[in-house]
Protein backbone atom coordinates (compact mmCIF):
# COMPACT_ATOMS: atom_id res chain seq x y z
CA UNK A 1 0.00 0.00 0.00
CA UNK A 2 1.41 3.79 -1.26
CA UNK A 3 0.35 6.04 1.47
CA UNK A 4 1.15 9.86 0.09
CA UNK A 5 -0.66 12.20 2.18
CA UNK A 6 -2.60 15.29 0.75
CA UNK A 7 -1.63 18.32 3.02
CA UNK A 8 -4.23 21.01 4.62
CA UNK A 9 -3.85 24.73 3.41
CA UNK A 10 -5.35 26.96 6.08
CA UNK A 11 -5.82 30.48 4.76
CA UNK A 12 -5.11 32.53 7.53
CA UNK A 13 -6.19 36.06 5.76
CA UNK A 14 -9.12 37.27 3.75
CA UNK A 15 -12.88 35.92 3.28
CA UNK A 16 -13.77 32.21 3.79
CA UNK A 17 -14.92 31.91 0.08
CA UNK A 18 -11.44 32.99 -0.71
CA UNK A 19 -9.82 30.18 1.96
CA UNK A 20 -12.21 27.40 0.38
CA UNK A 21 -11.43 28.21 -2.87
CA UNK A 22 -7.50 28.34 -2.74
CA UNK A 23 -7.63 24.83 -0.85
CA UNK A 24 -9.78 23.25 -3.33
CA UNK A 25 -7.22 24.50 -6.60
CA UNK A 26 -4.04 23.62 -3.91
CA UNK A 27 -5.69 19.89 -2.85
CA UNK A 28 -6.97 19.22 -6.58
CA UNK A 29 -3.00 19.92 -8.23
CA UNK A 30 -1.81 17.92 -5.20
CA UNK A 31 -3.88 14.81 -5.40
CA UNK A 32 -3.72 14.73 -9.47
CA UNK A 33 -0.08 14.24 -8.73
CA UNK A 34 -0.24 12.07 -5.90
CA UNK A 35 -2.55 9.82 -8.23
CA UNK A 36 -0.54 9.99 -11.54
CA UNK A 37 2.71 8.99 -9.34
CA UNK A 38 0.93 6.39 -8.69
CA UNK A 39 0.43 4.90 -11.75
CA UNK A 40 -2.56 3.08 -13.53
CA UNK A 41 -4.49 0.30 -12.30
CA UNK A 42 -7.65 -1.63 -13.17
CA UNK A 43 -9.98 -0.22 -10.75
CA UNK A 44 -9.58 3.34 -8.06
CA UNK A 45 -11.87 2.65 -4.75
CA UNK A 46 -12.55 6.35 -3.53
CA UNK A 47 -14.46 7.10 -0.58
CA UNK A 48 -16.85 9.97 -0.15
CA UNK A 49 -16.82 12.36 1.98
CA UNK A 50 -14.24 13.64 1.24
CA UNK A 51 -15.56 14.42 -2.02
CA UNK A 52 -14.40 17.72 -2.97
CA UNK A 53 -12.21 18.02 -4.98
CA UNK A 54 -11.37 14.05 -4.63
CA UNK A 55 -14.09 12.96 -7.02
CA UNK A 56 -13.61 15.16 -10.11
CA UNK A 57 -10.07 14.93 -10.03
CA UNK A 58 -9.83 10.70 -9.58
CA UNK A 59 -12.75 10.65 -12.53
CA UNK A 60 -10.15 12.64 -14.80
CA UNK A 61 -7.19 10.25 -13.65
CA UNK A 62 -9.45 6.89 -13.85
CA UNK A 63 -10.14 8.97 -17.88
CA UNK A 64 -6.88 9.25 -18.91
CA UNK A 65 -5.56 5.71 -17.31
CA UNK A 66 -8.35 3.59 -18.22
CA UNK A 67 -9.01 2.87 -14.88
CA UNK A 68 -12.87 1.80 -13.79
CA UNK A 69 -13.90 4.53 -10.95
CA UNK A 70 -15.82 3.50 -7.65
CA UNK A 71 -17.00 5.87 -5.00
CA UNK A 72 -17.52 3.98 -1.51
CA UNK A 73 -19.83 6.57 -0.20
CA UNK A 74 -20.21 6.86 3.38
CA UNK A 75 -21.99 10.09 3.71
CA UNK A 76 -22.54 13.19 1.64
CA UNK A 77 -20.19 15.82 2.18
CA UNK A 78 -22.52 18.36 1.72
CA UNK A 79 -24.85 17.49 4.47
CA UNK A 80 -21.51 17.40 7.18
CA UNK A 81 -20.38 21.24 5.51
CA UNK A 82 -24.16 22.14 6.70
CA UNK A 83 -23.62 21.34 9.75
CA UNK A 84 -21.40 24.29 10.32
CA UNK A 85 -22.69 26.21 7.95
CA UNK A 86 -26.01 25.71 7.77
CA UNK A 87 -28.54 24.26 4.58
CA UNK A 88 -28.71 27.79 2.86
CA UNK A 89 -25.24 28.30 2.56
CA UNK A 90 -24.13 28.98 -0.92
CA UNK A 91 -21.05 26.78 -0.25
CA UNK A 92 -23.10 24.07 0.67
CA UNK A 93 -25.37 24.20 -2.62
CA UNK A 94 -22.23 24.23 -4.64
CA UNK A 95 -20.85 20.75 -2.97
CA UNK A 96 -24.51 19.22 -3.15
CA UNK A 97 -24.39 20.38 -7.08
CA UNK A 98 -21.04 18.91 -7.52
CA UNK A 99 -21.33 15.47 -5.48
CA UNK A 100 -24.31 15.00 -7.59
CA UNK A 101 -23.02 16.09 -10.84
CA UNK A 102 -20.03 14.40 -10.16
CA UNK A 103 -21.19 11.47 -8.50
CA UNK A 104 -22.42 10.16 -11.60
CA UNK A 105 -19.39 9.63 -13.43
CA UNK A 106 -17.93 6.71 -11.51
CA UNK A 107 -17.89 2.90 -13.03
CA UNK A 108 -19.76 1.37 -10.10
CA UNK A 109 -21.09 2.68 -6.63
CA UNK A 110 -20.53 0.92 -2.82
CA UNK A 111 -22.62 2.48 -0.06
CA UNK A 112 -23.32 1.94 3.47
CA UNK A 113 -26.69 1.59 4.21
CA UNK A 114 -29.79 0.53 1.95
CA UNK A 115 -31.85 4.11 2.96
CA UNK A 116 -28.76 5.91 1.39
CA UNK A 117 -28.70 3.24 -1.40
CA UNK A 118 -32.77 4.37 -1.83
CA UNK A 119 -31.48 7.96 -1.57
CA UNK A 120 -28.67 7.41 -4.21
CA UNK A 121 -31.11 6.04 -6.49
CA UNK A 122 -34.28 8.28 -6.31
CA UNK A 123 -32.67 11.53 -5.67
CA UNK A 124 -29.00 11.38 -8.05
CA UNK A 125 -30.04 8.23 -10.01
CA UNK A 126 -27.12 6.88 -8.91
CA UNK A 127 -26.96 2.87 -8.41
CA UNK A 128 -25.00 1.55 -5.89
CA UNK A 129 -24.13 -1.90 -3.55
CA UNK A 130 -25.07 -1.90 0.09
CA UNK A 131 -21.72 -3.13 1.54
CA UNK A 132 -22.20 -3.09 5.25
CA UNK A 133 -19.35 -1.65 7.42
CA UNK A 134 -17.67 -5.26 9.27
CA UNK A 135 -15.37 -4.73 12.18
CA UNK A 136 -11.63 -6.55 11.28
CA UNK A 137 -10.69 -9.25 13.27
CA UNK A 138 -8.79 -7.80 15.91
CA UNK A 139 -12.30 -6.13 17.25
CA UNK A 140 -13.18 -9.19 20.09
CA UNK A 141 -13.65 -9.65 23.64
CA UNK A 142 -10.74 -8.82 25.88
CA UNK A 143 -9.49 -11.53 28.11
CA UNK A 144 -9.32 -10.53 31.82
CA UNK A 145 -5.52 -10.53 31.45
CA UNK A 146 -4.96 -8.47 28.89
CA UNK A 147 -7.93 -6.39 30.37
CA UNK A 148 -5.49 -5.99 33.53
CA UNK A 149 -2.67 -5.13 31.33
CA UNK A 150 -4.42 -2.44 29.77
CA UNK A 151 -5.54 -0.75 33.15
CA UNK A 152 -2.15 -1.14 34.75
CA UNK A 153 -1.08 1.31 32.10
CA UNK A 154 -4.04 3.33 31.79
CA UNK A 155 -3.58 3.73 35.99
CA UNK A 156 -0.39 5.51 35.56
CA UNK A 157 -2.02 8.64 33.55
CA UNK A 158 -5.71 8.22 34.65
CA UNK A 159 -7.01 8.75 38.28
CA UNK A 160 -10.09 6.86 37.52
CA UNK A 161 -8.47 3.26 36.41
CA UNK A 162 -6.41 3.37 40.24
CA UNK A 163 -7.36 1.11 42.59
CA UNK A 164 -8.69 3.05 45.76
CA UNK A 165 -7.54 0.04 48.15
CA UNK A 166 -4.53 -0.87 48.91
CA UNK A 167 -3.12 -4.25 47.75
CA UNK A 168 -2.51 -6.62 50.74
CA UNK A 169 0.61 -7.58 49.72
CA UNK A 170 3.77 -7.44 47.27
CA UNK A 171 2.29 -9.91 45.43
CA UNK A 172 -0.70 -8.28 44.36
CA UNK A 173 -1.57 -5.97 41.67
CA UNK A 174 -4.31 -3.80 42.08
CA UNK A 175 -6.54 -1.15 39.39
CA UNK A 176 -10.31 0.02 40.03
CA UNK A 177 -11.04 -2.86 38.00
CA UNK A 178 -9.08 -5.76 38.30
CA UNK A 179 -6.56 -8.04 41.10
CA UNK A 180 -3.49 -9.92 40.14
CA UNK A 181 -1.65 -12.18 42.04
CA UNK A 182 1.38 -12.33 40.70
CA UNK A 183 2.67 -15.33 43.21
CA UNK A 184 -0.50 -17.77 41.44
CA UNK A 185 -0.84 -15.50 38.22
CA UNK A 186 -4.14 -15.57 38.92
CA UNK A 187 -5.98 -12.37 37.21
CA UNK A 188 -10.04 -11.50 38.10
CA UNK A 189 -12.06 -8.71 38.23
CA UNK A 190 -12.76 -7.16 41.27
CA UNK A 191 -16.19 -7.67 43.35
CA UNK A 192 -17.76 -4.31 43.53
CA UNK A 193 -16.04 -2.55 40.76
CA UNK A 194 -16.94 0.74 39.13
CA UNK A 195 -19.02 -0.19 35.28
CA UNK A 196 -16.90 0.94 32.60
CA UNK A 197 -18.77 2.80 29.88
CA UNK A 198 -17.72 3.76 26.90
CA UNK A 199 -17.99 6.24 24.19
CA UNK A 200 -15.46 6.88 21.35
CA UNK A 201 -15.73 9.83 18.85
CA UNK A 202 -14.29 12.87 16.83
CA UNK A 203 -15.87 15.74 18.66
CA UNK A 204 -17.60 17.16 16.36
CA UNK A 205 -21.18 18.79 15.38
CA UNK A 206 -23.24 15.57 14.88
CA UNK A 207 -22.24 14.36 18.25
CA UNK A 208 -24.53 16.03 21.26
CA UNK A 209 -22.26 14.95 24.39
CA UNK A 210 -24.09 17.26 26.54
CA UNK A 211 -26.94 14.48 26.64
CA UNK A 212 -24.45 11.55 27.77
CA UNK A 213 -23.77 14.21 30.80
CA UNK A 214 -26.99 15.14 31.57
CA UNK A 215 -28.07 11.32 31.65
CA UNK A 216 -25.27 10.71 33.73
CA UNK A 217 -26.49 13.87 36.12
CA UNK A 218 -29.52 12.15 36.54
CA UNK A 219 -27.79 8.80 37.14
CA UNK A 220 -25.88 10.24 39.69
CA UNK A 221 -29.42 11.22 40.98
CA UNK A 222 -30.30 8.02 41.26
CA UNK A 223 -27.14 7.14 43.56
CA UNK A 224 -27.96 9.74 45.53
CA UNK A 225 -31.65 9.07 46.32
CA UNK A 226 -30.21 5.46 47.80
CA UNK A 227 -30.58 3.56 44.46
CA UNK A 228 -28.40 0.24 44.47
CA UNK A 229 -26.28 1.08 41.79
CA UNK A 230 -22.54 0.86 41.23
CA UNK A 231 -20.44 3.51 40.44
CA UNK A 232 -19.00 4.41 36.94
CA UNK A 233 -16.20 4.90 34.85
CA UNK A 234 -16.89 7.08 31.82
CA UNK A 235 -14.20 6.67 29.26
CA UNK A 236 -14.65 9.38 25.91
CA UNK A 237 -12.33 8.14 23.64
CA UNK A 238 -10.94 10.86 20.66
CA UNK A 239 -9.21 13.66 18.96
CA UNK A 240 -11.33 16.56 17.75
CA UNK A 241 -12.55 20.16 17.88
CA UNK A 242 -14.61 20.25 20.63
CA UNK A 243 -12.90 18.19 23.38
CA UNK A 244 -12.01 20.71 25.18
CA UNK A 245 -15.41 22.75 25.23
CA UNK A 246 -16.58 19.04 26.69
CA UNK A 247 -13.74 18.86 28.88
CA UNK A 248 -14.67 21.99 30.59
CA UNK A 249 -18.08 21.49 31.05
CA UNK A 250 -17.16 18.14 32.40
CA UNK A 251 -14.90 19.68 34.81
CA UNK A 252 -17.61 22.35 36.02
CA UNK A 253 -19.80 19.37 37.53
CA UNK A 254 -19.56 17.89 40.40
CA UNK A 255 -19.79 14.39 40.27
CA UNK A 256 -19.05 11.92 43.17
CA UNK A 257 -20.11 8.51 42.11
CA UNK A 258 -19.08 8.90 38.12
CA UNK A 259 -15.49 9.72 36.77
CA UNK A 260 -14.00 10.44 33.69
CA UNK A 261 -11.06 10.08 31.33
CA UNK A 262 -10.55 11.42 28.14
CA UNK A 263 -7.50 9.49 26.82
CA UNK A 264 -6.24 9.25 23.05
CA UNK A 265 -5.45 5.86 22.89
CA UNK A 266 -3.08 3.86 20.84
CA UNK A 267 -4.34 1.73 17.72
CA UNK A 268 -3.55 -1.28 19.54
CA UNK A 269 -5.02 -0.47 22.75
CA UNK A 270 -8.55 0.70 21.24
CA UNK A 271 -10.03 -2.91 20.48
CA UNK A 272 -8.49 -4.06 23.77
CA UNK A 273 -10.15 -0.78 25.44
CA UNK A 274 -13.59 -1.99 23.64
CA UNK A 275 -12.99 -5.47 24.38
CA UNK A 276 -13.19 -4.62 28.02
CA UNK A 277 -15.75 -2.23 28.50
CA UNK A 278 -19.39 -3.11 30.24
CA UNK A 279 -21.54 -0.67 28.21
CA UNK A 280 -21.19 1.34 25.05
CA UNK A 281 -22.77 4.69 23.91
CA UNK A 282 -22.96 6.38 20.95
CA UNK A 283 -24.17 9.49 20.49
CA UNK A 284 -23.80 9.62 16.50
CA UNK A 285 -26.53 11.54 14.89
CA UNK A 286 -25.25 10.92 11.09
CA UNK A 287 -25.48 14.62 9.26
CA UNK A 288 -27.20 12.98 6.51
CA UNK A 289 -29.16 10.49 8.79
CA UNK A 290 -28.17 7.85 5.79
CA UNK A 291 -24.57 6.52 7.39
CA UNK A 292 -24.15 4.29 10.42
CA UNK A 293 -21.71 4.77 13.01
CA UNK A 294 -18.60 2.44 12.33
CA UNK A 295 -17.82 2.95 16.02
CA UNK A 296 -20.38 0.97 16.82
CA UNK A 297 -19.63 -1.62 14.31
CA UNK A 298 -16.50 -2.09 16.40
CA UNK A 299 -18.14 -2.40 19.51
CA UNK A 300 -20.15 -5.21 18.27
CA UNK A 301 -17.47 -7.04 16.78
CA UNK A 302 -16.05 -7.10 21.01
CA UNK A 303 -19.73 -8.32 21.86
CA UNK A 304 -19.67 -4.90 23.92
CA UNK A 305 -23.84 -3.90 24.00
CA UNK A 306 -24.63 -0.21 23.08
CA UNK A 307 -27.16 2.93 23.76
CA UNK A 308 -27.05 4.67 20.75
CA UNK A 309 -29.23 7.63 19.77
CA UNK A 310 -31.69 7.68 17.16
CA UNK A 311 -31.74 8.47 14.03
CA UNK A 312 -32.91 7.72 10.82
CA UNK A 313 -31.25 4.55 9.32
CA UNK A 314 -30.10 3.50 12.86
CA UNK A 315 -32.42 0.13 12.68
CA UNK A 316 -30.00 -1.44 9.93
CA UNK A 317 -27.34 -1.74 12.12
CA UNK A 318 -28.46 -1.37 16.19
CA UNK A 319 -31.66 -3.90 17.11
CA UNK A 320 -33.66 -2.39 20.10
CA UNK A 321 -33.41 -5.52 23.07
CA UNK A 322 -31.73 -7.30 20.77
CA UNK A 323 -27.86 -6.32 20.48
CA UNK A 324 -28.25 -2.49 21.59
CA UNK A 325 -30.43 0.17 22.72
CA UNK A 326 -31.99 2.78 21.05
CA UNK A 327 -32.59 6.32 22.94
CA UNK A 328 -34.20 9.71 21.94
CA UNK A 329 -33.00 11.92 24.66
CA UNK A 330 -30.92 12.33 27.55
CA UNK A 331 -33.63 11.14 30.39
CA UNK A 332 -34.00 7.94 27.88
CA UNK A 333 -30.53 7.06 28.50
CA UNK A 334 -30.03 7.74 32.01
CA UNK A 335 -33.28 5.25 32.75
CA UNK A 336 -31.17 2.38 30.00
CA UNK A 337 -27.99 3.32 32.00
CA UNK A 338 -30.03 2.10 35.07
CA UNK A 339 -31.78 -0.51 33.48
CA UNK A 340 -28.27 -1.79 31.83
CA UNK A 341 -26.54 -1.30 35.19
CA UNK A 342 -28.86 -3.32 37.37
CA UNK A 343 -28.96 -6.53 35.13
CA UNK A 344 -24.73 -5.69 35.53
CA UNK A 345 -25.20 -6.39 38.98
CA UNK A 346 -27.48 -9.57 38.94
CA UNK A 347 -24.76 -11.20 36.23
CA UNK A 348 -27.14 -10.31 33.84
CA UNK A 349 -26.26 -7.62 31.09
CA UNK A 350 -25.24 -10.38 29.08
CA UNK A 351 -28.98 -10.64 27.78
CA UNK A 352 -27.76 -8.43 24.87
CA UNK A 353 -23.49 -9.62 24.64
CA UNK A 354 -25.38 -13.05 24.64
CA UNK A 355 -27.12 -12.09 21.42
CA UNK A 356 -24.03 -10.71 20.12
CA UNK A 357 -21.87 -13.40 20.73
CA UNK A 358 -24.70 -15.87 18.96
CA UNK A 359 -24.65 -13.66 16.08
CA UNK A 360 -21.59 -14.86 14.74
CA UNK A 361 -20.85 -10.85 13.29
CA UNK A 362 -19.41 -11.49 9.34
CA UNK A 363 -15.98 -9.67 9.82
CA UNK A 364 -14.45 -7.40 6.84
CA UNK A 365 -12.57 -9.17 4.68
CA UNK A 366 -15.50 -11.86 4.77
CA UNK A 367 -17.81 -8.85 3.61
CA UNK A 368 -15.55 -7.78 0.94
CA UNK A 369 -15.30 -10.93 -0.67
CA UNK A 370 -18.48 -11.80 -0.79
CA UNK A 371 -19.98 -8.59 -1.88
CA UNK A 372 -17.39 -6.12 -3.49
CA UNK A 373 -14.85 -9.21 -5.11
CA UNK A 374 -18.20 -10.07 -7.43
CA UNK A 375 -18.26 -6.89 -8.43
CA UNK A 376 -14.89 -6.28 -9.25
CA UNK A 377 -14.90 -9.54 -11.47
CA UNK A 378 -17.86 -8.54 -13.61
CA UNK A 379 -16.28 -5.77 -14.48
CA UNK A 380 -12.76 -7.22 -15.83
CA UNK A 381 -14.55 -9.82 -17.51
Known amino acids: MISLPISNFPLKFGPKILGYFTKVVVQSVQ ?22 PSIAITWLVCSLQGSKFIIDWHNYGYTIMALSHGQSHPVVHVARWYEKVFGRSSHSNLCVTNAMKEDLQRNWKIKATTLYDRPPSLFKETPVQFQHDLFMRMAKLYLPFQSSMEPTGDHVELTAFTEHNTTSGVVQSLPGRPVLLLSSTSWTEDEDFSILLKALEDYEGFLNAGENLPSLVCVITGKGPQKEYY ?17 WLEAEDYPVMLGSADLGVCLHKSSSGLDLPMKVVDMFGCCLPVCAVHFQCLHELVKHEENGLIFHDSK ?3 EQLKVSILFFILGKLAHLRRNLRASEQQRWDENWDQTVLPLLTDQCS
Do not use: E, Y
Not at 43 to 49: C, D, E, G, T
Not at 247 to 263: A, E, G, M, Y
Open 31 to 52: LLWVLLKIGAHSHVLMQNPPGL
Open 247 to 263: KKLINSRCFKHVKFCTP
Open 332 to 334: DLA
